[in-house]
């Protein structure tokens, strides 16, 4: 079994890991970190201590009635990208702990387009 870092939880939801093939399983909000368990396979889990986070960075649409994806990219190890039941309460509770001057918008697909637009006629 796999030993959690939090000591203390504030959430515990329904949630789906999309690195590679998606992963269900419950994310974990604690005062340590964030966790990720999936519910097949105890041996493939993500833990992210809170020192570790670099940004949180969440997909809006609708003018923010509706967020499908988030993604938690760390200092070290890259980026993990996650879906929940209710992810506007997860990123509440990962407010609390991540500083929320690090908690971004993601671009919009008319954004990327216009960057990769204006970067073409640059050169």
Known sequence: MVQSINTKVDLVIDATSHMGIADYGKIMIGDKGFEFFNSRDAHK??????????????????????IPRFAIRT?????????SKDPKKVL???????????????????KVIKRGLKSKFKK
């Open 45 to 66: 889990f993500i833990q992210i201590p809170w020192e570790e986070v670099d940004h949180v960075i969440a997909s809006v649409m609708f003018k923010g009635k509706w």
């Open 92 to 110: 509440r509770a990962i407010r609390v702990y991540v500083d929320p001057n690090q908690m971004v918008q993601s671009l919009s697909f008319f």
């Open 75 to 83: 200092k070290r190890n890259g980026m993990f990208t996650f879906s």
